[in-house]
């Protein structure tokens, strides 16, 4: 106890009252100025945030997706819009800008909101639940919008709900933040943005006229952002900050996958402005588990993949691997498809394996692929046997697949084995997985697995008998032919060779088929495989048939004699069929039906009924030429519909052509040809150009 002397005054402030209602607060920022698409997912979100008076519970909306996909942006434009429908004011918290952790950062945003609210520092709680009571309090008289944006836990969002009626929370994440549906919460996961969208926001920042003068040269940027948002606008900025920088120059500086994310930037070299640092920030937030599923997925050459493959590649169990996939789901840095398979963007991609390349050990990347190939060959393989086992092939089944493994030595189709219809089945994994066999036959043969790369080129032919689509089978033969020969296998490099001819033939190439074709007779000759030799003969007389019948001919029965000098029942058929060809179109009709009809017998009793009705068609052409337009024009009717059941499309449209050659109604020529242009199209045909043209003149 003690007295006070002397004169002394104490000066006392009147402090304002917790509860003081403050200036609406209006703390949103503006969205981008030149802000373009998402209107689906405003549209979306006008019906989730009404604003109504209902007083059960406050409406939440989250936009979700990965780093730089627009969910700020499309957030704040929702906001701007509708300023009037919360009198309450609206509240804004980043929380990737707290980064408090362990609560910290949701009590900081519950000290924004109310500093919003009109209380002053001196007044805030200590406590966070002293914070959150106080915010349910003074929230409760209002109709307000809380927008957080970066949030990483559904905690961060529930702490921060008002509690007035008609009130609205919006949130951003890369996480899906699935539980917040518990709470009744709209999750709206954005998408890239399409072509024409992505074009349209590179030319409101650059100006038309720039983007106009370099068309291809934008629709090439474009393409390498990958319609991220971000990626568009950092380039964007490079080309509006530096004038004399070209569309096609900066194309040019990112064709080069290495350096690709960091020139994708405000400033090349300053790591805050650039793709490659806004994932990091998710990236550093992942388990060590789902970290290195990232990198083992960034080392895949492929964009699809399934958990049985990461698995593979990264070395864990195949549990641990799904549970790392589905984090990296959860993060927006994968894609899930409905067929339990995952794709992955392609500047994610680069992140990924540049993250390997900086934190595996060396190797990494060529093990995976390692992995991979020998994994998409053994696929491939026992797709090509379940479509058709006794077909010509270098490769040795055992050598890939192993005795004890299904698809080897008579033990079934391995995973087609147990379809109803397992060729079907075959052929159509091959058609979904086409793009990514390519590509992993693509790093194969850039990582020197010769080996791997020409028997998974051999394997994947078979889908190409089947569909067209000429330009992927011309690559990944000649992938497979190079690879051949660096492994020094010249039966294998004959055999793609002469395979080889097929596409290019019907590419219009015909010098490069013929400089093949001679490549792989010596080499079959030197090989000492006899039905190789017989094959290669046999595609001799294909590109004969275009240039001199006679010695089409010739070759026919070259191969011919060569199959049955090695008991190859089989390519004795092809064979005897093709010299019916050419006989027919050398004038000799009689010999032709006698050997087409012998031919499509012995096919038909080997159960091959693909080349049967291939052979068909052919002899509804042969009587064509015989003066037979009847029995012609039944003999292609029935070829169409068997080649249309086989899924031979490519031969059912040569059908077709031929047909309309010989009906007499214009309606129906008009459908025949229209059916065959939609193959060729699909197919990438030349032909296609003739059809359409004898449309336009009919």
Request: with cysteine; proline share 4%; aromatic share 6%.
């Amino acid at each position: 106890m003690g007295n006070v002397h002397g004169g002394i005054t104490f000066n006392y402030h009147s402090a304002p009252s917790p509860d003081r209602v403050p200036r609406r607060p209006d703390q949103v920022p503006r969205p981008p100025h030149r802000f373009v698409n998402r209107e689906w997912a405003l549209a979306e979100l006008d019906g989730a945030l009404a604003g109504t008076e209902d007083t059960r519970g406050c409406p939440i909306g989250v936009f979700s997706g990965l780093p730089g996909i627009g969910k700020t942006a499309a957030a704040r434009q929702w906001a701007h819009r509708h300023r009037e429908r919360f009198p309450g004011g609206q509240f804004y918290v980043d929380f990737g800008a707290l980064g408090g952790g362990a609560g910290g950062d949701v009590s900081e945003a519950l000290a924004m909101c109310l500093r919003g609210l009109g209380v002053y520092d001196p007044y805030l709680p200590a406590r966070l639940a002293d914070r959150a009571a106080l915010y349910r309090t003074l929230s409760a008289d209002r109709r307000m919008l809380v927008v957080l944006d970066d949030v990483s836990h559904p905690a961060q969002v529930t702490a921060l709900l008002p509690q007035g009626a008609g009130s609205a929370v919006l949130a951003t994440s890369t996480w899906r933040l699935g539980e917040l549906a518990l709470d009744g919460a709209a999750l709206l996961h954005l998408d890239v943005l399409d072509r024409d969208s992505s074009l349209e926001l590179l030319a409101v920042l650059c100006g038309e006229r720039r983007v106009d003068a370099e068309p291809e040269a934008a629709a090439e940027l474009i393409g390498l952002c990958g319609g991220l948002p971000m990626a568009v606008r950092l380039c964007a900025a490079r080309l509006m900050t530096h004038r004399r920088l070209t569309i096609g120059a900066l194309v040019g500086e990112l064709a080069d996958e290495q350096g690709r994310l960091g020139r994708i930037a405000m400033s090349p070299g300053r790591e805050e402005r650039t793709m490659a640092a806004a994932l990091e920030l998710v990236y550093r937030d992942l388990s060590d588990t789902a970290a290195t599923v990232y990198r083992a997925v960034g080392c895949l050459p492929n964009r699809a993949f399934d958990t049985a493959l990461v698995a593979l590649t990264s070395g864990y169990p195949r549990e641990s691997a799904q549970e790392a996939l589905d984090t990296l789901e959860a993060a927006s840095l994968l894609t899930g498809t409905e067929d339990g398979r995952y794709s992955v963007h392609g500047l994610v991609r680069l992140h990924a394996r540049e993250m390997s390349r900086r934190l595996d050990p060396p190797g990494t990347e060529r093990e995976v692929v390692c992995r991979v190939s020998g994994h998409y060959r053994a696929l491939a393989l026992l797709a090509d046997l379940a479509v058709r086992a006794d077909r010509l092939r270098i490769t040795e089944p055992a050598e890939v697949l192993g005795t004890g493994v299904p698809g080897a030595e008579g033990n079934g189709a391995g995973p087609f084995e147990t379809a109803d219809s397992p060729r079907q089945d075959a052929l159509d994994w091959l058609e979904a997985e086409r793009g990514d066999v390519l590509a992993v036959l693509r790093a194969a043969a850039a990582f020197g697995f010769d080996r791997q790369a020409w028997q998974l080129a051999e394997a994947f032919t078979v889908l190409f008998l089947h569909h067209r689509h000429v330009a992927d089978w011309r690559e990944s033969l000649e992938l497979g032919a190079a690879a051949a020969k660096r492994d020094g296998q010249p039966a294998a490099e004959a055999r793609l060779r002469s395979l080889l001819s097929r596409p290019l033939l019907d590419l219009g190439r015909d010098d490069e088929a013929r400089e093949h074709l001679e490549a792989a007779d010596q080499l079959a000759v030197e090989s000492g495989h006899i039905v190789l030799q017989a094959s290669v003969q046999e595609f001799l007389g294909r590109y004969w048939d275009r240039h001199d019948p006679a010695r089409a001919a010739d070759a026919y029965r070259a191969s011919l004699a060569l199959n049955l000098q090695a008991g190859e029942g089989r390519g004795a058929a092809l064979a005897r069929y093709f010299l019916g060809c050419a006989q027919s179109v050398g004038g000799d009709h009689a010999a032709a039906l006698a050997a087409l009809a012998e031919a499509r017998e012995d096919l038909l009793a080997r159960g091959d009924a693909r080349m049967a009705a291939r052979v068909l068609a052919d002899l509804g052409r042969t009587r064509a030429r015989l003066g037979d337009p009847a029995g012609a024009v039944a003999d292609l009717r029935q070829a169409v519909t068997d080649l249309r059941g086989e899924g031979a499309s490519h031969y059912e449209a040569r059908a077709l052509e031929d047909l309309a050659d010989l009906l007499d109604d214009p309606a129906e020529v008009r459908d025949c040809l229209h059916r065959a242009l939609a193959v060729y199209e699909e197919g990438g045909s030349p032909r296609a150009a003739e059809v359409l043209s004898r449309l336009a003149g009919d």
